[in-house]
């Protein structure tokens, strides 16, 4: 689709998104942060939503970077005003969230855009946004997951259990996707995914 200034949602029989708007998605520890983060520094082409949490940031996270760090109530304010294209409780803990108007920004300005986000806020995206492309980032095995969540080393055991679980639940969902990536190293991932977004483009 070449037109610049398609409308973000899908008026009822009108227009849709364009595939520009896409969500990357995959269980707990697979790395999709790792591959948004490669993303973000090789692909300048690709605009990267940053989400808003309630969580607090891990060392060397930056606010405004790698999340909008805020306080729950500030959340469910963003909730209450509608300005979250997609949110939800993730791991049945902190509160994340897509903010609307940047996505709307960089799709109207003709950018691919790109939603790391879990399987809950892929779900949704695919109600409301009709025409988005929907990716799972795949681990090359379980094995290497559970290696992977338990090398990171920055849950506690029963935090590590409960992603464990939503893991199980999310590997069990890449078939609702359009592409599996297959996360064996982050720069091919990485190289794959943007070369999929480009060409998925073209074929719009
Ligand atoms: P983490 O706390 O490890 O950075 O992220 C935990 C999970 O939250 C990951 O699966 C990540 O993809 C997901 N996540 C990050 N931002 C968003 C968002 O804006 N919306 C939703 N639904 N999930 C998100």
């Given at each position: 689709?070449?037109?610049?200034?398609?409308?973000?949602?899908?008026?009822?029989?009108?227009?849709?998104?364009?595939?520009?708007?896409?969500?990357?998605?995959?269980?707990?520890?697979?790395?999709?942060?790792?591959?948004?983060?490669?993303?973000?520094?090789?692909?300048?082409?690709?605009?990267?939503?940053?989400?808003m949490?309630?969580?607090?940031?891990?060392?060397?996270?930056?606010?405004?970077?790698?999340?909008h760090?805020v306080?729950?109530d500030e959340f469910d304010r963003l909730v209450a005003a509608g300005e979250f294209?997609?949110y939800?409780?993730?791991?049945?803990?902190?509160k994340?969230g897509t903010p609307r108007g940047?996505?709307?920004?960089?799709?109207?300005?003709?950018?691919?855009?790109?939603?790391?986000?879990?399987?809950?806020?892929?779900?949704?995206?695919?109600?409301?946004?009709?025409?988005?492309?929907?990716?799972?980032?795949?681990?090359?095995?379980?094995?290497?997951?559970?290696?992977?969540?338990?090398?990171?080393?920055?849950?506690?055991?029963?935090?590590?259990?409960?992603?464990?679980?939503?893991?199980?639940?999310?590997?069990?969902?890449?078939?609702?996707?359009?592409?599996?990536?297959?996360?064996?190293?982050?720069?091919?991932?990485?190289?794959?995914?943007?070369?999929?977004?480009?060409?998925?483009?073209?074929?719009?």
């Open positions: 689709m070449s037109e610049a200034r398609t409308p973000l949602a899908a008026a009822p029989g009108g227009d849709v998104v364009p595939s520009r708007l896409v969500v990357l998605a995959g269980p707990t520890a697979v790395g999709k942060g790792t591959v948004a983060a490669y993303v973000r520094a090789h692909f300048p082409q690709v605009w990267l939503s940053v989400s949490t309630t969580r607090p940031p891990r060392p060397g996270e930056v606010d405004g970077v790698h999340y760090f306080a729950e294209l997609e939800a409780v993730v791991h049945g803990r902190a994340y940047p996505v709307e920004r960089a799709l109207h300005e003709g950018r691919l855009a790109l939603l790391e986000i879990d399987l809950q806020g892929a779900r949704q995206v695919r109600e409301t946004m009709p025409g988005a492309l929907f990716a799972f980032l795949s681990p090359p095995s379980w094995e290497e997951l559970v290696r992977r969540l338990v090398g990171r080393g920055t849950e506690a055991p029963e935090e590590r259990a409960a992603r464990l679980e939503t893991a199980r639940q999310e590997l069990a969902a890449a078939a609702e996707f359009d592409i599996v990536i297959v996360n064996d190293d982050v720069r091919r991932a990485s190289e794959e995914l943007v070369s999929w977004m480009r060409s998925r483009q073209r074929d719009a």
